[in-house]
Structure formats: structure tokens, C-alpha cells
């Protein structure tokens, strides 16, 4: 029988097997050049996880049950199993990621019973539950020094009740609820708005623009210098292969006189060190630019990009790669030049690391053709942001999470840039830059983006395989910022103009009619309902694009537009109008009806400037 076939077999428990029937059963298995091979199983202590994205290390895949308490390790694997094979009632089979979080969290649970003498989980009762929580909710963290944020407490909690719903499924299962009539979410202090604020909390800190205006300026010196600096280490590697059997020290002094004879300052130091920046600086361009996710630029490959061309002749990039977020699988983005820069000097850059992979693929086929690491090297082989391992046995790989946390760190410490900067935080900036785009503030996504509409539908045709998740970050971005204008309009002293704004004036100051429950409620119900953006002198709230005051014919139409809302952030740019047009009026060939159309827009100039509690300037023209 084929280890698919035993695998298909197996049962969905471990319960009334004898103790040799269960520790033959096959945990995890790997295909190597074509032929399917167990792994790990059941009887292993090290239980080896495979469907992991290529940006985890390999310890992070590992099940390791010594690390458990002694008493609990047998139920443990039992409870594993079963949710490995079948997972929790209702749901799907978890990923890897999902069952190591689950052993993770469920582990401090058990450590729990094992401070209390509790030797058996048919022992953990309501009121040792109950213990456990109010111990996790006084605990400090181990990182911070601060206590522990409500959404890691949900998931102990989470953890505790799965373990209770599998346990059921083994020999020893906990006989009562964890904690009958009430929930994790609830335990960890996460309910109604409560919940909402606290998730908001833990919430991706958005990058500041002018921190991320610098990051981006370093990062994208450095790609536009690649070619340069991989010409420069090709002159390098050829001093290895000329000068080979020639001492280190002999070596290493040919390549100093080489590198200062072609004007690069600092040494071999200097030079190994701007290598691993220039490889940082490509994915911050890639990140900035795709809001792709850490795992989904791990799996970028070598020529990853390529073009097409609408009906209407635009060019457009794409850039493949692979998301399992959400089970896409192999995924497309649309992304400017400037990504294809990057990534085609990483598939220069990434050569000697590939061919690294190469030769260690053949070095193991020579002495074990089964060697299960033959085909954790072919799925990293072709990669292109690769760096070796921090193993007694190095080896090149991916770029874990993790090293991109503590690269990124190191980039900014460098280059003197005061912000923790973390991966996740590129893809909420891009979010918000796309949704802020809408608003006016940024139009460079716009020309790069080409197909994105104004009303922010996003009718993503273009691409059956792209990646739609990001879209629905950018709306939740731009759900915010719709918020944060409508809350700035009901202010009680704000002052606002255009006739949707003298509208929000009236019904401000009205009769008070009660509609929604509070002030949040009305403000989220507006912004959802309210079509809103930016044409860089007024906030429209039509819902199309139709008007000819959007397209900057006649600017000032907004000033009684039903449709306009002006703020005191606008009247700057009604001041710059005025003056333009009064300086119109010294013009003796615009004829009358010239005339009377400066003289129209000047009155709503004004118009909009006293209804903004500002006197129009007068300046000597």
C-alpha cells in the first residue's frame, strides 16, 4: 500500500488502537523527485508539519511534545491527531500555522494544571478553568513588561475550549465546558463596542508619511544603485575563482585593491553589508508598492513579472507569486515599473543563493535519494529573497518572517529613522494611500493603477487570478477615513459651505430628532451610506462623475453645489482663486462675458470664505 493509501486509511482517532497500531500511524508526509514518503509519526516525539508557507523557519514547523508536561504529553498527540485529520466540528481541516498556534496556546494551559497538581485532563474543571484565566489575565508579558493584550488572551482562551471539544475524540477527555455559559471573547473582555475599540488597539500601526516618505527615498536610492554594486561583486567572485589554493589574507587584499580602484569607499565590510541593504531595499519597494503580505514575497520566484496591454493599448505590469491567507494559491498583483526594477535586480542578486540551493540538492541525491530535505531545497530554490541559515548546518533559504522583522530594525537604525517598523506595516500603508488616493491627497496610485474607480468599486476584471483580499483592506481604510470627514462636518463649531454642507449645518443645529442610538452609530451610518471624495477643493458627495466643478472646468460651482462640502481645510484654495480671478479682472480682452464670469466666481469665492468665518485677503496685484 502507498503512503497516499495509508494515509486515506487511517483512522479518525486513535481510540482502541493498540499502542503499536497508533505510533505507526503516519503524521506528515513529503513528496521527494516523485515518490511520496512518511515524514513523522504518531510514535515520533517531533511531529514535522509540511504545508508551511516558505517565510516560516524550520523549527516553527515542528510539534516538539518533550516540551510538554510529562503527564499530559500521550492526551496531547491524541488531541493533535484528531485535529489534524478531522479538525474542530463545524470547520475546516486546519493549516499548519493553525495547529502550531493551537499547540502553543494550549501548552500554557497545561503548564497550568501541572502547577496545580493536576495530573489528568478529565480533572481540569470549571473552577481550575477559572483559575487559569484570572492567572493569564494578571500575567505580565514576557516581551513588553505589559500585561497581555486582550486579543492573545482570546486565544489561550480559544485554545482551552478546543481542547475540551477534542478531547472528547481521546481516551481522556475534560468532562465539563471550560466555562459554562460564557465564551473566550467574553473571558478576554472582548464584547460589543468593547471588542470593536480593543481590536482597533492591536490594529497594524500606520507608518507616518513622513517616515515613510524617507524609508521609501533610502530604499529606492539603493535599488536604482544594483547593477553597480552585483558588477561589482561579479568582479569580486571573480577574484575567488582566479586566486583559488592563494591564502585567505592574500584573497581578501586582492579584493580591497579592486573595490577602491573602482571607487567604492569603505572596505569589504562596508561592501557585504550594502549587498544585504540592497536586498532589504528591494522589498520595501515590492512591499510599498503591491501591499503584498511577508509570506506572499517569500514566494516570489525569478521572473516574476511580466506585461500586458488593454484594448485601449495601456501596459500593465503584473507580478506573480503565491497567497495562502485565504487559500488563493497562485496569485497575481498588479504593480508599477518601479517593482519591476526591484525584482529584476533581486533575480540578479539571487543567483549565487540559487545556485547554492542547486548544489545542495545534488549533494544530498548523492548520499540519500529519499532525503526529505531534497524537496524542502526545491521550494526554495528559485526564490529570490534568499539569505543563509542561522543553522550549525547553514544552508541557503527563504527569508524567514521573523529575520525580515529584525532586517527592517537594523535598516532603520542605520539610516537613522526613529519608527519599529515591522512588515505588515507596508501593506496597511498601501492600503491607505489607495483609499486616501480617492480623497485627493495622493495620485500617484491613480496613474499607476490605472483601472481603480473613483467610487471605489474596485471592478477588478482586469485579472481573474489577482489577489482580492488587499481590496478589502483598502476599503476598510477608506471606511475609516469616510468616518474621520464625516466626523470632522458634525462638529458643533465647525463652520462648512457648499449647500450639502449648509445642509449638515441645519440639521446640526435643528430640532434634535432621535434617529440613531449615539453619535457613532449616526456618524458610521452616514459615511457608509454617503458616497464621499476629494477634488481638491471640496468634498463631493455625488455618486458619479458627471459634474463639470470635478474635473477643475468650474472650481467654483462647489460653493452652492448641493452636492459640496467645504471646510476650513479648503479655504486656502478659495483665497488662491480669489486672487487669481481678481487679477483676471485687469484683463481688457476677456470681453463682458468674460467679465461677468470672473466677476460670478469671485462673489462665490467670497461667498465660501464668509461662510468659513474668513474675510477675504486683499492684495496689491
Not at 511531529?47 to 511534545?65: E, G, M, P, Y
Not at 499548519?96 to 485532563?121: C, D, K, N, T, W
Not at 545556485?355 to 545542495?360: C, G, S, T, V, W
Amino acid at each position: 500500500m502507498s503512503v497516499l493509501q495509508t494515509v486515506e486509511a487511517q483512522p479518525a482517532d486513535v481510540r482502541n488502537l493498540l499502542d503499536a497500531q497508533r505510533d505507526r500511524l503516519i503524521i506528515s508526509f513529503i513528496n521527494v523527485d516523485g515518490h511520496w514518503q512518511a515524514l513523522s509519526h504518531y510514535g515520533d516525539d517531533r511531529w514535522r508539519l509540511v504545508d508551511t508557507t516558505t517565510n516560516r523557519s524550520a523549527a516553527s514547523a515542528v510539534l516538539s511534545f518533550s516540551r510538554l508536561p510529562a503527564a499530559f504529553r500521550g492526551v496531547m498527540k491524541a488531541v493533535i491527531y484528531r485535529y489534524l485529520v478531522r479538525g474542530r466540528d463545524g470547520q475546516v481541516r486546519p493549516k499548519s500555522s493553525s495547529v502550531s498556534s493551537f499547540f502553543l496556546y494550549a501548552s500554557s494551559f497545561l503548564r497550568h494544571l501541572e502547577e496545580l497538581h493536576i495530573p489528568r485532563l478529565s480533572e481540569a474543571t470549571p473552577l481550575v478553568c477559572k483559575l487559569y484565566v484570572d492567572s493569564a489575565k494578571q500575567a505580565l508579558s514576557k516581551r513588553s513588561g505589559e500585561p497581555i493584550k486582550a486579543t492573545t488572551l482570546m486565544l489561550r482562551f480559544l485554545a482551552v475550549e478546543a481542547l475540551y471539544e477534542l478531547s472528547q475524540y481521546t481516551d481522556e477527555p475534560m468532562t465539563i465546558e471550560p466555562w459554562p455559559g460564557a465564551s473566550a471573547q467574553l473571558l478576554a473582555g472582548l464584547r460589543g463596542d468593547a471588542r470593536a475599540a480593543l481590536l482597533a488597539e492591536g490594529r497594524t500601526p500606520l507608518i507616518p508619511d513622513d517616515v515613510f516618505a524617507s524609508i521609501f527615498q533610502i530604499a529606492w536610492r539603493n535599488v536604482l544603485g544594483i547593477d553597480k554594486l552585483l558588477d561589482l561583486r561579479d568582479g569580486l567572485d571573480r577574484i575567488d575563482a582566479e586566486r583559488i589554493g592563494q591564502q585567505a589574507r592574500t584573497i581578501s587584499g586582492a579584493k580591497r585593491q579592486y573595490l577602491i580602484h573602482n571607487n567604492w569607499e569603505g572596505g569589504l565590510t562596508t561592501f557585504n553589508q550594502a549587498l544585504l541593504d540592497v536586498r532589504t531595499a528591494c522589498y520595501i519597494v515590492v512591499a510599498s508598492l503591491t501591499g503584498c503580505r511577508n509570506h506572499e514575497i517569500a514566494f516570489i520566484e525569478s521572473d516574476a513579472c511580466y506585461r500586458a496591454q488593454d484594448d485601449d493599448g495601456e501596459i500593465y505590469w503584473w507580478m506573480r507569486s503565491r497567497s495562502t491567507k485565504t487559500g488563493e494559491g497562485n496569485t497575481e498583483w498588479l504593480a508599477p515599473e518601479a517593482v519591476v526594477t526591484a525584482l529584476r535586480g533581486m533575480d540578479r542578486w539571487a543567483k549565487p543563493y540559487q545556485e547554492a540551493i542547486e548544489l545542495e540538492i545534488v549533494q544530498r541525491r548523492a548520499v540519500d535519494p529519499s532525503d526529505p530535505e531534497i524537496s524542502v531545497c526545491q521550494r526554495h530554490k528559485n526564490a529570490v529573497f534568499l539569505s543563509g541559515t542561522q543553522a550549525n548546518d547553514a544552508h541557503v533559504r527563504t527569508m524567514t518572517a521573523g529575520a525580515w522583522g529584525s532586517e527592517l530594525k537594523a535598516f532603520m537604525a542605520r539610516h537613522g529613522i526613529d519608527w519599529k517598523l515591522s512588515t505588515h506595516q507596508f501593506r496597511r500603508k498601501f492600503a491607505n494611500y489607495a483609499a486616501r488616493s480617492q480623497f485627493g491627497d495622493l495620485r500617484y496610485l491613480r496613474d499607476h493603477y490605472k483601472h481603480w474607480s473613483m467610487d471605489m468599486t474596485l471592478g477588478y476584471a482586469l485579472n481573474e487570478s489577482q489577489e482580492l483580499s488587499l481590496f478589502h483592506e483598502i476599503q476598510d481604510e477608506l471606511d475609516d477615513i469616510k468616518s474621520g470627514v464625516v466626523e470632522q462636518w458634525f462638529q458643533p463649531n465647525e463652520p462648512l459651505a457648499g449647500g450639502y454642507g449648509q445642509g449638515i449645518m441645519n440639521w446640526r443645529h435643528g430640532t434634535d430628532v432621535t434617529i440613531f442610538k449615539d453619535r457613532s452609530a449616526m456618524i458610521k451610518a452616514i459615511s457608509d451610506s454617503t458616497a464621499i471624495r476629494s477634488n481638491g477643493h471640496a468634498w463631493c458627495t455625488a455618486d458619479d462623475n458627471l459634474c463639470v466643478g470635478n474635473g477643475g472646468l468650474e472650481t467654483t460651482r462647489c460653493a452652492s453645489c448641493n452636492n459640496a462640502v467645504i471646510g476650513r481645510a479648503h479655504a486656502r484654495l478659495y483665497q488662491g482663486l480669489y486672487d487669481q480671478l481678481k487679477e483676471i479682472l485687469g484683463c481688457a480682452d476677456i470681453g463682458e462675458a468674460g467679465m461677468a464670469r470672473v466677476r460670478r466666481d469671485i462673489a462665490r469665492c467670497r461667498d465660501v470664505l464668509a461662510a468659513l468665518g474668513y474675510e477675504p485677503v486683499e492684495r496689491l496685484v
